[in-house]
T-cell receptor, first 112, second 111 residues
């Protein structure tokens, strides 16, 4: 079963705009990770945020984590057409032997 | 090029048949996990191997089985294929469960 749920399911924006995706989860976690997937290909790891962290940056990516609300957000600033992909959050739950539980994903389309 | 190689990239099988999917992990990666991703869904955890022993399993029936070998390669075997087994199968490897690297997947179609 999916632990996380991403919101929105689909997002369409113009190049240069910011894109924000949200993720909710259900259990206590060690960390939360965001992945990107192009057209049914493999997953590319974007960023990991630990349960004791509240915000993390990597290039044009900004991730926040609110463990009290069991939610996270991914912000992509100054989006590019090449950012068009599906984005998934994945949780590494406590006691899970490091297995990842993925959400259902947000399909981001960046229009040139 | 991620360092994790899966084969074959595409496969078509008939319902009831058996299939073996293969994954070659990065050298030194002693942990490998397999995921099933149905169209339009997020990946679902099948099982995980650590140092050649299964140490975690998701909600999949016993006809899904696996092996991990000392040379950091692994296999996913599925018996008695069903139409709902059609999916992208992803392999991910890591050292001690930290920082998974995913392969590009095998697209299995069951007809």
């Amino acid at each position: 079963s999916q632990q996380g749920e991403e919101d929105p399911q689909a997002l369409s924006i113009q190049e240069g705009e910011n894109a924000t995706m949200n993720c909710s989860y259900k259990t206590s976690i060690n960390n939360l990770q965001w992945y990107r997937q192009n057209s049914g290909r493999g997953l590319v790891h974007l960023i990991l945020i630990r349960s004791n962290e509240r915000e993390k940056h990597s290039g044009r990516l900004r991730v926040t984590l609110d463990t009290s609300k069991k939610s996270s957000s991914l912000l992509i600033t100054a989006s590019r057409a090449a950012d068009t992909a599906s984005y998934f959050c994945a949780t590494d739950a406590k006691g899970s032997a490091r297995q990842l539980t993925f959400g259902s994903g947000t399909q981001l389309t960046v229009l040139p | 090029e991620t360092g994790v190689t899966q084969s074959p990239t595409h496969l078509i099988k008939t319902r009831g048949q058996q299939v073996t999917l293969r994954c070659s992990s990065q050298s030194g990666h002693n942990t490998v996990s397999w995921y099933q991703q149905a169209l339009g869904q997020g990946p679902q955890f099948i099982f995980q191997y650590y140092r050649e022993e299964e140490n975690g399993r998701g909600n999949f029936p016993p006809r899904f089985s696996g092996l991990q070998f000392p040379n950091y390669s692994s296999e996913l075997n599925v018996n008695a294929l069903e139409l709902d087994d059609s999916a992208l199968y992803l392999c991910a490897s890591s050292f001690e469960g930290h920082g998974y690297t995913f392969g590009s997947g095998t697209r299995l179609t069951v007809v």
